[in-house]
């Protein structure tokens, strides 16, 4: 018989943004701004930007991601974006954060970084919006911070589409309304912690039913590692021992 864990998926696909998911209730998220207009002006500053930005990636979490981020941490991660603006440019884009944005943590408690081990193989695919991921095979039981009384995991993404900004004084419009908040799913089934080893793992996340994303709009991917504990018959989540931070940015 194998000693391998076959690791299974699910794969899907969501044109859900901003308008449409479902507001967080918490005091962690940012107060309800709406998506702008095309090319309509609205009278913000950078900061007024970095916030809609913020707001646009945490709505386009599902309901565990959200529960999994620590308090404020919308304004938090607006913050970053805000700092890295250059205030001589007049465009606005996620694009030239990278190096600041990638690795950003959800919860600085319980960090993707100290608690994964294992290694995630990311390839841009055939055009922008579209990735490949990989996972070689690995130990959950090992290569996992796996919190106590954790059964079970799933890995979860979310590749969201984020548009650029252009400012003109105080008046600000976006470049993309189309192919802004636009987000691709993807997770795992329940997996069992154990300890014998899976199989890799490679999948394809894409936004979809935007066609080919513009040269003004910018890819960003977060990555999830969710713990539940299998108890009389029922999983509950288990939301500060999960772990969750943004990949890349491109």
Request: aromatic share 8%.
């Amino acid at each position: 018989m194998s000693r391998n864990l076959e690791l299974r998926s699910t794969f899907q696909f969501s044109g859900e943004g901003l308008g449409t998911l479902a507001q967080p209730k918490e005091s962690r998220f940012i107060t309800s701004l709406q998506p702008a207009e095309s090319k309509e002006s609205l009278n913000k500053n950078n900061f007024g930007v970095a916030t809609l930005m913020s707001k646009t990636i945490f709505n386009s979490l599902d309901e565990e991601m959200q529960e999994m981020a620590e308090s404020y941490c919308s304004k938090r991660l607006a913050s970053t974006i805000n700092k890295g603006f250059d205030t001589k440019e007049n465009s606005l884009s996620l694009r030239s954060l990278t190096s600041s944005l990638e690795g950003f943590e959800f919860n600085t408690e319980n960090t993707f970084d100290a608690g994964c081990g294992t290694k995630f193989c990311l390839r841009e695919g055939s055009h922008k919006g579209h990735v490949i991921l990989h996972v070689p095979a690995f130990v959950p039981d090992k290569e996992l911070s796996v919190p106590k009384d954790a059964t079970n995991f799933k890995i979860s993404a979310r590749l969201i589409s984020i548009s650029d900004f252009e400012r003109n004084g105080e008046q600000v419009t976006v470049n993309n309304k189309v192919q802004h908040a636009k987000v691709g799913i993807y997770e795992t089934t329940m997996l069992p912690v154990l300890r014998i080893p899976t199989q890799p793992l490679t999948a394809q996340l894409s936004i979809f039913g935007v066609g080919t994303i513009q040269n003004d709009v910018s890819a960003v991917l977060v990555m999830a590692i969710k713990f539940y504990s299998y108890k009389n018959s029922k999983f509950s989540f288990m939301p500060k021992s999960s772990m969750m931070k943004i990949k890349t940015v491109h």
